[in-house]
């Protein structure tokens, strides 16, 4: 019995201690924020990712997990190296990131950020380097304030989610300062994401939350693309995926208990009905459908537990702003009846109307602040719910 407790020992500490492999030690300090110090620690890691979820809105439940008996199998058939890296995503979305984070590294020693210390001519000098290694920009690295640069200046703030003005305002200011070895690790934290992500089809819908924008391919082709409001801080959109199953027309909306105590509960009758409200026969209140109503003309639903839908909106004003966190983290579209035509539909009707698709499409609402798009151009957004900080262990 002691013999075999002691080779039982022996076994689990040839597996958990010895010294990792070295092509899964050089990939984790490559291309991931893992710190795994045996085979097992550094493939449990890479795979499932180092991600603490205590507040995250979102199902985790949704992303790929790879069973851990199935790391330590690997392990004992020798092989662990081969096994992580079968499992490594080769879709387009993450070789692509990663081919951008090995670029990255060769630029290390050339970056060097404007600080904005009070030196305007050193301050646009180095502007037009960080222009020249990150939008391959072709400026003269000198102090003039050129058209040129101020081509590369609107490029920049498209490329980063700010507000396209050409000027040099708080907001640019603070993305020019980010040092390198800050891009590095925001691209190793999107990376994480892309790993754990469920594999798509070719034919799906994709929200990214802090681009503020939806995307929808078919046949692995971007069809489709709009601009977006999503969730309030405090009433985030959450992270998750389900299957497209119904389009309402003329959607009624049944408001919310919680948003009702907060925003209704006080208004009086008349104001009520103005709105366009009125009371179920189970005295809750809902809003008619018609011009006013909050979902406008037409909804999609994928039904899951945080009652969440993408739909029309009537306040079309908020579209022209470029952060669009605005909603009780339901999912506003620019650009709805363009979705619906795409996805073979029409709006034919001014009465209130239930479609069941023939063909579900999944949607896939996901937190990306960094990424290669569809152009092969390197995009990067604002952390707006914190995650960025909040997750990662």
């Not at 690295?141 to 498209?158: G, H, I, K, M």
Request: hydrophobic share 30%; aromatic share 14%; with cysteine.
């Amino acid at each position: 019995m002691k013999k075999t407790i002691f080779i039982f020992i022996l076994i689990h500490t040839f597996i958990f201690a010895s010294a990792p492999d070295e092509g899964l030690k050089n990939y984790q300090e490559r291309y991931s924020l893992c710190q795994g110090k045996t085979d097992y620690q550094i493939s449990q890691c890479l795979l499932n990712g180092n991600l603490n979820y205590s507040r995250f809105r979102g199902d985790k439940h949704s992303y790929r997990t790879i069973r851990k008996s199935e790391i330590q199998n690997a392990l004992r058939n020798g092989d662990i190296y081969r096994y992580t890296m079968d499992l490594m995503p080769q879709t387009k979305r993450y070789t692509d990131l990663k081919k951008y984070l090995d670029y990255l590294y060769t630029i290390r020693t050339e970056y060097t950020p404007p600080q904005f210390k009070g030196d305007d001519a050193e301050d646009i000098i180095r502007i037009k380097k960080v222009f020249n290694l990150l939008q391959s920009a072709r400026l003269e690295e000198n102090s003039d304030y050129s058209p040129e640069f101020e081509a590369e200046v609107l490029e920049y703030q498209r490329r980063n989610g700010l507000e396209v003005d050409g000027k040099i305002g708080p907001n640019t200011k603070r993305a020019l300062k980010r040092s390198i070895s800050s891009i590095i690790t925001k691209v190793k934290k999107n990376l994480v994401w892309e790993r754990i992500s469920s594999p798509k089809g070719s034919n799906y819908v994709l929200v990214n939350i802090p681009e503020f924008k939806m995307h929808y391919y078919d046949d692995n082709e971007p069809i489709l693309n709009m601009k977006i409001v999503v969730g309030k801080s405090k009433m985030r959109t959450p992270v998750f995926n389900r299957k497209m199953q119904y389009i309402v027309k003329n959607p009624r909306w049944n408001v919310p208990p919680s948003i009702y105590r907060n925003e209704y509960a006080d208004k009086s009758e008349s104001y009520l009905k103005k709105e366009g409200f009125a009371y179920n026969s189970e005295g809750k209140l809902y809003q008619k459908e018609g011009a006013k109503n909050a979902l406008g003309l037409v909804k999609f639903l994928f039904p899951n537990k945080y009652n969440v839908y993408m739909h029309d909106t009537p306040a079309k004003s908020l579209f022209n702003k470029h952060r669009r966190a605005f909603s009780h983290g339901c999912i506003r579209l620019e650009k709805p009846l363009a979705l619906l035509n795409e996805l073979g539909y029409e709006y034919d009707t001014d009465k209130n109307q239930w479609v069941t698709l023939e063909n579900q499409i999944p949607v896939y609402v996901e937190y990306h602040t960094a990424w290669i798009d569809d152009d092969g151009i390197a995009q990067f957004r604002n952390d707006i719910y914190g995650y960025e900080r909040k997750l990662f262990k």
